[in-house]
T-cell receptor
Framework: GESVGLHLPTLSVQEGDNSIINCAYS??????FIWYKQESGKGPQFIID?????DKRQGQRVTVLLNKTVKHLSLQIAATQPGDSAVYFC??????????FGGGTRVLVKP | GAVVSQHPSRVICKSGTSVKIECRSL??????MFWYRQFPKQSLMLMAT?????????EQGVEKDKFLINHASLTLSTLTVTSAHPEDSSFYIC?????????????FGSGTQLSVL
């Protein structure tokens, strides 16, 4: 969905714990989803992607879950590290092969 | 992954002047590039799709005469903010796909922070 408001939801997590970031997407016809990480003043960095014919995909320390029934996407980060502190965005591949971004979640890792 | 270079990273200009931002695909050819704008603490909003050799496609609400896009080659797209005003101050980010490398995901430039005084 589109981002509104002047602040991002924030997830505070203790170093070493697991993080779960959630995202609701808007277009039931979207067939491809991506999670990006954005650090302050930088462009988004690819983390992991998933196609609509899958419900789970794992990467290095990250797992993406897709629930098409409720149009929900989540990103799980295992053993969260200080370097994981950033803003995380989900994105859906919408009509016209364009990427639409969700509102973002700020992750703060506490030492 | 594929590399997208964006320049300049930061620009400060006076109101009424024009600013050009360059986006280059360094190790692949990009027939299509995308330009996004991001305001503080907000998400990325797609402004336009830049097509090599043809006119850009603008999203609803984006003024094509104000945000001029030129995609003259397979490795370069430029965004010119014409007659910039303080409300145009934002973080502008370009992106591209590298489908011929089997890459469906978008690769992003490092962004340009525009501040209009």
């Amino acid at each position: 969905g589109e981002s509104v408001g002047l602040h991002l939801p924030t997830l505070s997590v203790q170093e070493g714990d697991n993080s779960i970031i959630n995202c609701a997407y808007s277009n039931s016809a979207s067939d491809y989803f991506i999670w990006y990480k954005q650090e302050s003043g930088k462009g988004p960095q690819f983390i992991i992607d998933i196609r609509s014919n899958m419900d789970k995909r794992q990467g290095q320390r990250v797992t993406v879950l897709l629930n098409k029934t409720v149009k929900h996407l989540s990103l799980q980060i295992a053993a969260t590290q200080p370097g994981d502190s950033a803003v995380y965005f989900c994105a859906e591949n919408a009509a016209g092969n364009k990427l639409t971004f969700g509102g973002g979640t700020r992750v703060l890792v506490k030492p | 992954g594929a590399v997208v270079s964006q320049h300049p990273s930061r620009v400060i200009c006076k109101s009424g002047t024009s600013v050009k931002i360059e986006c280059r695909s360094l190790d692949f050819q990009a027939t299509t590039m995308f330009w996004y704008r991001q305001f503080p603490k907000q998400s990325l909003m797609l402004m336009a799709t830049s097509n090599e050799g043809s006119k850009a496609t603008y999203e609803q609400g984006v003024e094509k005469d104000k945000f001029l896009i030129n995609h003259a080659s397979l490795t370069l797209s430029t965004l010119t903010v014409t007659s910039a005003h303080p409300e145009d101050s934002s973080f502008y980010i370009c992106s591209a796909r590298a489908p011929h490398r089997g890459e469906e995901k978008l690769f992003f430039g490092s962004g340009t922070q525009l501040s209009v005084l």
